[in-house]
């Protein structure tokens, strides 16, 4: 059965196909040929339209959302792979491209992923009256329940930093724990990002929204002996608190931050499977509510803007409670 199509033409603009208004984009060639040579030419107009779309869309969500270099590789390439999969672009073909990646071995998470980045996409593509339609509006990945964070215990996080030989890792971290970083934050501190005198430290997150998280006395301890080190060791002055002359950015990367995360948890007796890049993070958020810290202080020091992503620590409060319980409950106890 033949889709119906509205079509794009060269200069951007929706030629509709007059029987129908389905949502759906391909392209006109310039050209008209035959057989099997007709559709590549087609195909490969498709994806070079289709990359100037994608460059137009990666360009808005960083000026206008912040994002990331991380969200901008990620969407960038999960976008060409839509655009490799299919030849337009309707309803059925974003659903089939979301029931291959299920036979493929994809992960839920990512699938998911994938599906937001082409919602988004259209969704530009829509405001921008580039097509009449937004065939991605009720486009939705597979249902997964989301895993609870890997946290490190209270004795697992001083063994840690005590097998960190590395002033440098030692800080990172001290910074990352005492003050619930994320990675990409941690690695991206600018040089004067800590107040000493009012012990706070000024961290630009997501969409570059700033925030002030306190810090506490031994990370601001450790932080101060770094600084002196990276002062006698640095060759040339840098903007960035931990500088690295083999990355581009001119900052240490949040992977050889990992690398050296794994190496230190294996001399600490610490299984690599329990290890993630945001364990610190996730480890500050569990133990200040084992603490009984205020749930709300913990989202505003993590930098959540909803509190019901906050909320995912509470679940592990809750089990580790459950388990306790059943262990040394008398009424829970077998006779």
């Known amino acids: 059965m033949n889709r119906p199509v509205s079509k794009l033409n060269f200069s951007g603009q929706m030629e509709e196909d007059p029987e129908h208004r389905s949502g759906v984009y391909t392209l006109v060639p310039e050209h008209s040929s035959t057989g099997s040579d007709h559709a590549v030419e087609q195909k490969k107009q498709f994806i070079d339209r289709s990359k100037d779309q994608i460059r137009n869309f990666l360009n808005t969500i960083v000026a206008e959302k912040g994002a990331s270099k991380n969200t901008v590789e990620a969407y960038k390439a999960d976008l060409e792979q839509f655009f490799e999969f299919s ?153 960035w608190f931990f500088p690295s002359s083999r990355s581009a950015s001119g900052h240490l990367t949040r992977n050889a931050f990992f690398k050296r995360i794994k190496d230190i948890g294996a001399k600490a007796g610490i299984y690599a499977q329990r290890l993630s890049p945001h364990v610190l993070r996730h480890s500050f958020a569990t133990h200040l509510l084992n603490h009984h810290a205020d749930l709300r202080s913990v989202q505003k020091m993590l930098g959540h803007e909803d509190i019901s992503t906050t909320e995912v620590y509470t679940h592990i409060i809750t089990g580790q409670l459950i388990k306790t319980i059943q262990k040394n409950h008398p009424l829970a106890k077998k006779h």
């Open 87 to 239: 030849s337009t672009c309707n309803k059925e073909d974003l659903s089939d491209f979301i029931r291959y990646l299920s036979t493929q071995g994809f992960a839920a998470k990512s699938i998911n992923r994938k599906a937001s980045a082409l919602r988004e996409f259209f969704k530009f593509l829509f405001s921008e009256k580039e097509i009449k339609e937004n065939p991605a509006v009720h486009l939705s990945g597979p249902k997964a329940e989301k895993p609870l964070p890997k946290f490190l215990t209270e004795t697992e996080i001083r063994k840690l930093a005590e097998n960190a030989n590395d002033i440098k890792i030692r800080c990172m971290i001290e910074l990352m724990y005492a003050c619930g970083l994320r990675v990409s934050e941690l690695v991206s501190l600018p040089e004067n990002c800590i107040n000493f005198e009012r012990k706070q430290l000024l961290v630009r997150g997501k969409g570059s929204k700033e925030r002030i998280v306190p810090i506490s006395d031994s990370a601001a301890k450790i932080a101060l002996e770094y600084l002196t080190f990276r002062e006698n060791s640095l060759k040339r002055k840098s903007v």
